[in-house]
């Protein structure tokens, strides 16, 4: 297993630890859980954003996300806060650009409102992304 250490700007303090799910391109907040926000799914949180072929159809409940950055609407902070709410939300996020405001929302507030942490990290080092 290889490891390789980044600097970041940690958004919410915690560990990390698990298998990564990685995606080279932004992370639609919003466009990605669909099916939890809209067709009501809580058992699973697969990733509804067809416009992304790395995550599409591939279950986020409990992901590490590693992405350059979020994107998407108004509506991905309560995206992000919603599927903490009902328990399949990523476990923790990790981003080569600064986090959005409206994401860094969700998580502060599902942290706070849902006593669902995560742990956000952004503004990784620039070759975050150039692993294999």
């Given amino acids: 297993m290889a490891t390789k250490t980044f600097k970041g700007r940690v958004v919410l303090a915690g560990k ?14 919003s466009g990605s859980y669909m099916e939890n926000m809209f067709g009501g799914r809580t ?13 599409f159809g591939k279950d986020l409940s409990g992901a590490i996300l ?3 950055t979020t994107v998407g609407s108004t509506m991905g902070g309560m995206a992000l806060m919603g599927v903490k709410a009902i328990g399949v939300g990523p476990e923790d ?29 952004d503004m990784l080092d620039h070759d975050f992304h150039d692993l294999p």
């Fill in 16 to 29: 990390i630890s698990g298998k990564a799910t990685v995606s080279k391109h932004p992370f639609n907040t």
């Fill in 43 to 55: 058992d699973a949180a697969p990733c509804s954003d067809a416009n992304n072929k790395e995550l």
């Fill in 66 to 68: 590693c992405t350059t």
């Fill in 93 to 121: 996020q990790l981003f080569s650009q600064p986090l959005d405001p409206m994401a860094a929302a969700g998580v502060l507030m599902a942290d706070i409102r849902e006593k669902q942490s995560n742990v956000p990290v």
